[in-house]
């Protein structure tokens, strides 16, 4: 099946402590991006990549990382959280950059504490 | 910079009733423009989009939406709303001589079915 994966699902967590956001596509989409949703706001990019080994920053990178080491693989990684990134992530990946049908994960609700 | 701007947070409709659900966009150049619709804890699922040609595009579920650039208008309606369709819908905007990088997504409506 024809999907996008995200672990965890839920995270709770306490300011400063590293944690990882992992995301996985079996489509072989060379485009994979992270957004964050907040009430009121709807979803921000955070960061995207277009192809392996290339990353760039979305409307809202600020204490996020990314890498794209493989294809398939994208994780979140937050190095420090803080209680403003308390929120709900989704990744989500499509063909190529010009393939608008991006396929979204089901999301990972992060409270940071 | 382009912008999207979704009127009414929250929309009830009775079930069988036209469902209307509107979105206003802001783009420099001709716009792509989108539909998804988010059921209660899944990930967004795109309902129909607007690139060109035609400028009244159908999707999946019944849905459509007509792309007025008169009115910088991309409303989404179906004729006869259906308990399954009480989701969140978003509003996003694409400039044409870019990709999905720069999609900007509206804020969301929340449409509730009265049985």
């Known amino acids: 099946e024809a999907q996008v994966t995200q672990n965890p699902r839920y995270l709770i967590t306490v300011t400063g402590k590293k944690l990882t956001v992992t995301c996985s596509q079996n489509m072989n989409h060379e485009y994979m991006s992270w957004y964050r949703q907040d009430p009121g706001l709807g979803l921000r990019q955070i960061y995207y990549s277009m192809n392996v080994e290339v990353t760039d920053k979305g409307d809202v990178p600020e204490g996020y990382k990314v890498s794209r080491k493989e294809k398939r693989n994208f994780p979140l990684i937050l190095e420090s959280p803080s209680p403003n990134q308390t929120s709900l992530y989704f990744c989500?990946?499509?063909?190529?950059?010009?393939?608008?049908?991006?396929?979204f994960g089901p999301g990972t609700r992060l409270t940071v504490t | 910079a382009q912008s999207v701007t979704q009127l009414g947070s929250h929309v009830s409709v009775s079930e069988g009733a036209l469902v209307l659900l509107r979105c206003n966009y802001s783009s420099s150049v001709p716009p792509y423009l989108f539909w998804y619709v988010q059921y209660p804890n899944q990930g967004l699922q795109l309902l129909l989009k607007?690139?060109?040609?035609?400028?009244l595009v159908k999707g999946i579920n019944g849905f459509e939406a007509e792309f007025k650039k008169s009115e910088t208008s991309f409303h989404l309606t179906k004729p006869s709303a259906h308990m399954s369709d009480a989701a969140e819908y978003f509003c996003?905007?694409?400039?044409?001589?870019?990709?999905?990088?720069?999609?900007?997504f509206g804020t969301g409506t929340r449409l509730t079915i009265i049985p």
């Open positions: 989500a990946s499509s063909l190529s950059r010009f393939s608008y049908e991006q396929y």
């Open positions: 607007y690139t060109t040609g035609a400028t």
């Open positions: 996003a905007v694409s400039e044409s001589n870019f990709g999905n990088e720069k999609l900007t």
